[in-house]
Every structure is written in C-alpha cells, then in structure tokens.
C-alpha cells in the first residue's frame, strides 16, 4: 500500500479500512514515505480528516492505535505549516493518559516557540491556556533547545 491508495480511500470512503490502519501501524516504509509524499504535496483537508479518525479509533478501546501513529499524522499536519494546528496536535496529546505521556511536546510548536506562544496568547478556550500555560514552562525547561533538530531530522517514531 502507497500514501496516495491511503489518500484515495480516505478521499472516497470518508474512513480507512481495517488493512489500511494496519498498515499504517505496521510499515515503517510506508510511515516514511508518507512523511516524504506530504513535504513535497500539501493536502492539509486529507491530513485533518486522517487525526481525527485516528483519533476516534485512539478513543474505542476495540482498536489499538499506537501513539507513533497519532504522532505521525501530528508531525505530517505540522508539516503543512498552520499556526492553528497546534492546538489540533495539542488535542491529540490530551486523547488519554498514555498519549498524554507519549506524544512529544516538541509536536505542538512546529511554527518554532515564540510563534506558538503568541498564538495561543489569542486564543481563548480553556484547551489553549491550557496548552500556552505548558509551552511556556517547557521552554523554561529546556524542552526546545534543540527543535530545529527534531524536525531536521527523520522522527523516532516512525
């Protein structure tokens, strides 16, 4: 399976068959190669739509989706460089307590810090100071010193 037989069952279907999140969970050429396919051919309405089924499935305890997966879409939507996203990623890592553990801080100011923190300085839903009030005390911490080369660089959870 290739990301474009992925982006048309999604596009025809609305959802992703059982073999499909298989292989999305299973094949690291494919998650490579998704990265790749969505650096070079933006298509950020299919990269929304593909977090939020992953998502709901994260959410029914009949289907295991791993976090690397949440984090793969995460990365991909940050890849389409929309400042509002970040609260999509932000979203992603509250699911539950395992993703909440799981997926990297480092996911949610793709548009590098200061950026992100003006951002949700703007915003005004719970989710976003909520998510401002940690960015902020990550950066204190250290937590993006090195951001430029966690997104130079091919992710751990691929």
């Given at each position: 399976m290739k990301?474009?037989?992925i982006i048309n069952e999604l596009t025809q279907t609305r959802k992703l068959s059982k073999e499909a999140i298989e292989e999305i969970e299973e094949n690291r050429g494919l998650r490579l190669?998704?990265?790749q396919y969505f650096e070079k051919n933006k298509n950020r309405e299919f990269v929304l739509e593909f977090?939020?089924?992953l998502t709901e499935l994260r959410q029914d305890p009949n289907v295991g989706i791993s976090g690397d997966s949440l984090m793969l879409a995460c990365y991909i939507l940050g890849q389409h460089?929309?400042?509002e996203d970040c609260l999509k990623v932000w979203e992603t890592k509250y699911i539950d307590f395992d993703t909440y553990c799981y997926i990297d801080i480092q996911?949610?100011?793709f548009q590098g810090v200061q950026e992100t923190i003006e951002y949700l300085k703007t915003q005004t839903s719970d989710e976003a100071k909520?998510?401002?009030e940690y960015v902020i005390t990550c950066s204190k911490a250290g937590?993006?010193?090195n951001l430029e080369e966690y997104y130079n660089q091919t992710p751990w959870f691929v």
């Open positions: 990301t474009e037989d190669e998704m990265i977090l939020k089924i460089n929309q400042i996911l949610v100011p909520n998510a401002l937590d993006f010193d």
